[in-house]
């Protein structure tokens, strides 16, 4: 690692050290768990550690992979002992937006089959309302997703655009569906009521608030320390 490591990269090196031998981890998606990825190879390189890595999505699964962290899948181990991801906004209740990457459905799934969740971040995304610094990712399913923008703006009281590629496409995640992402003009009031009224709009498949699913949280500082918050 940098002598001073960006607090990315701290975040990332600092949760490695809870990986134990044996675990079964669940490794999340985004730059900051590329950071983590990097520290969990080099532990397995030189502590030997056996670990298999279940990836929240296809880009994570690959670099995995070149960074040689065995992979397996939920089918052969449905119950993890850990996972590390990253997140867009953390409230001081330790809820979470995520989705940034449109990971969020494999995430959240990820995240609820885990006995441990522990959320890497670097500065800048501890909020006291979720929703005021980051839209909200919700997944849809492409049939009718138009439909199911317009309800998914009523029931929220915000404002959904369908995340698009650079050319102009619309952005299709890995489970094959599109992502609206939510602007609320005052953030988040209830992320709860949200949640439920959001989740039972049919065409939804994941709203990307994450509730009572974050047990601790490595945030880097521009120093190149971190601050550990234990839920
Ligand atoms: C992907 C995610 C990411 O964890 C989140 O967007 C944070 O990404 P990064 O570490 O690149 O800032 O939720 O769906």
Redesign the pocket.
Known sequence: MAETPSP?QAAGYAAAKLVETGMKIGL???????FFLEALAERIGQEKLEVIGVA??VQTAELARELGIPISDLEHYPALDLVI????EVDPQFRL????????LR?KIVAAASAKVAI???SG?RVDRLGTTFLL?VEVIPFGHATTRDCVAKAGGCTPYVRTTEEGEPFVTDNGNYILDCRFKNGIADPEKLHADLSQIPGVAEV?LFLNLCDIVFEGQDDGSVVTLNR
Not at 97 to 104: H, R, T
């Open positions: 990315k999340g998606t985004g730059t900051t768990v590329a929240t999505s991801d990253g997140a867009d937006i995520k989705g940034g990457g449109g990971a969020l995430e890497i971040i670097g995304k990712p990307g």
